[in-house]
């Protein structure tokens, strides 16, 4: 008997130990280089079981946790039909590499895709000031395992700016900040949209007036803008996730 693609799936699926969805914000764990790592997680009551949607992985800013975003997308999350994961920094102070990731967000996806039904091809990454800043740097790292990328008031530093030569796909990227942000000047995030279209990587920026810093006051504008920008991109083929050696 001949296997068809969609037959294949639907055997991957029964054979998954499959969570029901609730309408309540879950706070689960997992352990990553020997360490439990918290993390929320939104799966919204309309999703089908059989049916593969995105996920967007949700970076929180500087001294706050998962849960502060995604709060703030549970609304888009069940308007759309998709999963949203909002892990903590592991000192809620900062992201850094390797102890945040890419290692522990590869985890924290493949987790997820054992319980639920995601579509691999449409995996995201959204983050707010140091969760934006590091969204970047995993973006460029993984071009090749998250779609796309959008970020609200981050930046790449300019002794940085080697890192941006190693995305191996020109990963899209949307980035949105306050004309008047305190932390990330125009003039520094500009530069990085200059250095990323140096690269050949495609970028969108967004300058919203008179805007300053928070996040929070303009989620639900800023999460619209944010999905309208997501959606559109999708990998090409099967993620391939790239690991490294941090000692190096």
Same mark, same amino acid.
């Given at each position: ?5 969609? &037959?294949? &799936? ?5 054979? #998954? ?18 360490? =439990? ?27 706050? *946790?998962? #849960? ?11 308007? !759309? ?28 996806? !493949? ?58 796909? =020109? ?20 530069? /990085?949209?200059?250095?990323?279209? =140096?690269? !050949?990587?495609?970028?969108?920026? /967004?300058?919203?007036?008179? +805007? *300053? +810093? ?33 000692? =190096?």
């Amino acid at each position: 008997m001949k296997l068809t693609g969609s &037959f294949i &799936f639907m055997l991957l699926m029964l054979s #998954l130990e499959i969570y029901p969805a609730s309408e309540k914000i879950v706070k689960d764990s997992l352990t990553s280089q020997g360490k =439990k790592r918290a993390y929320y997680l939104f799966v919204p009551e309309n999703i089908a079981p059989t049916t593969p949607v995105p996920l967007v992985v949700l970076l929180q800013g500087s001294g706050r *946790n998962g #849960l502060s975003l995604v709060e703030k997308w549970k609304d888009k999350a069940k308007q !759309e039909g998709l999963i949203i994961v909002g892990p903590d920094s592991w000192d809620s102070s900062q992201w850094a590499a390797p102890a945040d990731g890419p290692e522990f967000l590869h985890e924290l996806v !493949e987790a997820i895709k054992s319980k639920y039904p995601i579509n691999l091809r449409k995996v995201y990454l959204f983050g707010h000031s140091g969760g934006a800043t590091f969204a970047l740097y995993m973006s460029l790292y993984e071009s090749q395992y998250f779609a796309a990328t959008a970020i609200h008031a981050g930046a790449v530093q300019p002794e940085a700016y080697p890192l941006l030569d190693y995305a191996k796909r =020109k990963i899209p990227i949307a980035i949105f900040v306050g004309t008047k942000d305190p932390f990330f000047p125009l003039a520094i995030v500009r530069a /990085t949209r200059d250095e990323l279209k =140096k690269r !050949e990587i495609p970028v969108e920026l /967004t300058e919203i007036p008179n +805007h *300053n +810093h928070s996040y929070y006051d303009l989620a639900p504008t800023i999460n619209n803008s944010v999905w309208e920008f997501l959606k559109k991109h999708g990998l090409g083929e099967d993620p391939r996730y790239e690991q490294y050696d941090f000692k =190096k």
